[in-house]
Antibody
Framework: QLQLQESGPGLVKPSETLSLTCTVSGGSITSSDYYWGWIRQPPGGGPEWIGN???????YYNPSLKSRVAISVDTPRNQFSLRLSSVTAADTAVYYC????????????WGQGTLVTVSS | QSALTQPASVSGSPGQSITISCTGTSSDVGAYNYVSWYQQHPGKAPKLMIY???NRPSGISNRFSGSKSGNTASLTISGLQAEDEADYYC??????????FGGGTKLTVL
């Protein structure tokens, strides 16, 4: 059974960079059949798509975050990562890593989510 | 990109049916049959319930169904059960090659 697990600091200071890692188990991140991505959900709000990456390295980002976001893949470790720079309180959210099948538009696997709070 | 519009809350009694609407534009919901619905219980990750407007993943009860007309998609839950009480979110692919979500609907089973 595929499992995704987010890890990283739960508290980030304003103007610093948020860094999260998603470890994939029960399946290979190198499969060309899937895209791996990040979605965040602010407290009490709806989800927001952040971006996706394919094992080939191709990335797709939300235009509203594109200037601050980078998603990368670490195939030997079967992990992918999110970096979000110049964070503010508006970036406080639960961050989920997800899987999307290629040529589909839905996320079939989600991590349990990790709360990241931006505060000094 | 604006979020899709959902009612903030709906309610129903056990055994009844409810429908949750999700209104977008001709650039997202109306443009593609790529609407999906997710169920989220408190403190849990979203769970895929419907994909591509009306398809159910393996293991999802046939009490859950989806449809679309124009720029509005709908999720219907029939034979309401206590465990259906949760937040529900719709999502759509967009003509900008991005994804947009709804603000969520809280379902209360009376």
């Amino acid at each position: 059974q595929l499992q995704l697990q987010e890890s990283g600091p739960g508290l980030v200071k304003p103007s610093e960079t948020l860094s999260l890692t998603c470890t994939v188990s029960g399946g290979s991140i190198t499969s060309s059949d899937y895209y791996w991505g990040w979605i965040r959900q602010p407290p009490g709000g709806g989800p927001e798509w952040i971006g996706n990456i394919h094992q080939s390295g191709t990335t797709y980002y939300n235009p509203s975050l594109k200037s601050r976001v980078a998603i990368s893949v670490d195939t030997p470790r079967n992990q992918f990562s999110l970096r979000l720079s110049s964070v503010t309180a508006a970036d406080t959210a639960v961050y989920y890593c997800t899987r999307r099948r290629a040529y589909s538009a839905y996320r079939d696997y989600w991590g349990q989510g990790t709360l990241v709070t931006v505060s000094s | 990109q604006s979020a899709l519009t959902q009612p903030a809350s709906v309610s129903g009694s056990p055994g009844q049916s409810i429908t949750i609407s999700c209104t977008g534009t001709s650039s997202d919901v109306g443009a593609y049959n790529y609407v999906s619905w997710y169920q989220q219980h408190p403190g849990k990750a979203p769970k895929l319930m419907i994909y591509d407007v009306s398809n159910r993943p393996s293991g999802i009860s046939n009490r859950f169904s989806g449809s679309k007309s124009g720029n509005t998609a709908s999720l219907t839950i029939s034979g309401l059960q206590a465990e259906d009480e949760a937040d529900y979110y719709c999502s759509s692919y967009t003509s900008s090659s991005t994804w947009v979500f709804g603000g969520g609907t809280k379902l209360t089973v009376l």
